[in-house]
């Protein structure tokens, strides 16, 4: 069975920074792009960034050159490096992984999510 762990949320001050980590687990065949949700209350689940196999990567306006997305593919990890954190980027961040298992198809996996506070 396959398992997304996210790790790494919690409380910081505006200018901030935290380091999300997402691995993972379980009878995987190949993950082809991983990325970071979130959804703040009240809201839609929005894209953050997203990153490819080959290590294309993706990024929300909102976070471009605060936020840099990274992949280790021989230890299925995805890491988020948020910098310059503000109050509007308080949410609840999801690992997202288009992961095959031993069937050799592929579909879209979630983590249980972590929480994400700024505050001003």
């Known amino acids: 069975q396959v398992q997304l762990v996210e790790s790494g949320g919690g409380l910081v001050q505006a200018g901030g920074s935290l380091r999300l980590s997402c691995a993972a687990s379980?009878?995987?065949?190949?993950?082809?792009?991983m990325a970071w949700y979130r959804q703040a209350p009240g809201k839609q689940r929005e894209l953050v960034a997203a990153?490819?196999?080959?290590?294309?990567?993706n990024y929300a306006d909102s976070v471009k050159g605060r936020f840099s997305i990274s992949r280790d593919n021989a230890k299925k990890t995805m890491s988020l490096q948020m910098n310059g954190l503000k109050p509007e980027d308080t949410a609840v961040y999801y690992c997202?992984?288009?992961?095959?298992?031993?069937?050799?198809?592929?579909?879209?996996?979630w983590g249980q999510g972590t929480q994400v506070t700024v505050s001003s």
């Open positions: 997202n992984a288009n992961i095959a298992d031993r069937s050799m198809f592929f579909k879209d996996y």
């Open positions: 990153i490819t196999r080959t290590g294309f990567t």
């Open positions: 379980g009878s995987i065949f190949s993950i082809n792009t």
